[in-house]
């Protein structure tokens, strides 16, 4: 089976940028989609961003917009999540996963995850 292992996080202080990545090991083709996820403790994981694997098409939570962009490349088998002007409210772990079906913002969907990478914005 495939594997997801993110990587890219930090300590950085608001405003700052960092760009995460998600590598997958193994096999990994077809159609899916490609989902961030992020969570800070007491809570559930949170949908940050999406991309279709084969077309590109990209959804974001609209806390995001603008801020961060989702992409991914087909040769190395990983998809990347560029967050600029992060904020202290981003501060989190940040999960890759995959779902094979329509794009959608429930992490319930979403079967296969990496092990997150801290994001952690200081004010």
């Known amino acids: 089976q495939v594997q997801l292992a993110e990587s890219g996080g930090g300590v950085v202080q608001a405003g700052d940028s960092l760009r995460l990545s998600c590598a997958a090991s193994?096999?990994?083709?077809?159609?899916?989609?490609m989902g961030w996820f992020r969570r800070v403790p007491g809570k559930e994981r949170e949908f940050v961003a999406s991309?279709?694997?084969?077309?590109?098409?990209?959804y974001y939570v609209d806390s995001v917009k603008g801020r961060f962009t989702i992409s991914r490349d087909y040769a190395k088998n990983t998809v990347y999540l560029q967050m600029n002007s992060l904020k202290p409210e981003d501060t989190a772990v940040y999960y890759c996963?995959?779902?094979?079906?329509?794009?959608?913002?429930?992490?319930?969907?979403?079967?296969?995850w990496g092990q997150g990478t801290q994001v952690t914005v200081s004010s």
């Open positions: 996963a995959r779902r094979d079906g329509p794009t959608t913002t429930d992490a319930n969907a979403y079967v296969l």
């Open positions: 991309i279709n694997w084969t077309t590109g098409r990209t």
């Open positions: 193994g096999r990994s083709f077809g159609y899916y989609i």
